[in-house]
């Protein structure tokens, strides 16, 4: 198994010619922003792209991106398990944006949708207050709705995974059409 490194932002920057750079978040947070020339795969739709990953870092480096540098290095252990060599963003495209480097956005016609931490924060409080609005006028049971949700979010900071991210990315506004996708992977296999 190869080991996953890291670039930081100035690094990748200095780099990015010589670079495939794969975005794992969802179509619409690559739509909000992503670094030039990067190449939309999801997390959840790696392994179907494994050969032509695996071809692209025969060919050269691949750098895996994300908003934060979470979700791209769970992509980097999952490829480095399937012997790709890869590297991971270091603060992802938030610290790439925030040293003065540009993102690109597709032109007209794209759909708006929130990064997943935001959806991730909407959907819990939601919970939370759901939970507990139910506990105090139909039953107090429903509390234990908000106490899931509580454990869950401490789930998720130990482990640096997230459940209900995960479940959030198959929401269709966060899946890629499948043209989309074909036509990344297609990119992918001419780089």
Known sequence: MTTPITLDPQQARSRLHELTVIDVRTPGEYAGGHIPGALNIPLDQLGRALPEIRAAAERGEVLVVCASGARSENA???????????????GGTGAWAAQGN???????????????????????????????????????????????????????????????????????????RQADLEATLTRLRGN
């Open 102 to 176: 540009d993102l690109d956005r597709p032109e007209g016609g794209t759909r708006a949708t929130w990064g997943m931490e935001r959806q991730v924060r909407l959907t819990a409080g939601s919970v939370v207050l759901l939970g507990l609005a139910l506990g105090e006028f139909v039953h107090p049971a429903f509390r234990l709705l908000s106490a899931g949700i509580a454990g869950g979010l401490v789930f998720s900071a130990v482990t640096n995974t997230c459940g209900m991210a995960a479940m959030l990315a198959k929401l269709p506004h966060n899946r890629p």
């Open 76 to 90: 980097c252990r999952t490829l480095a398990e399937n012997g790709v060599h890869t590297a991971s963003l270091a």
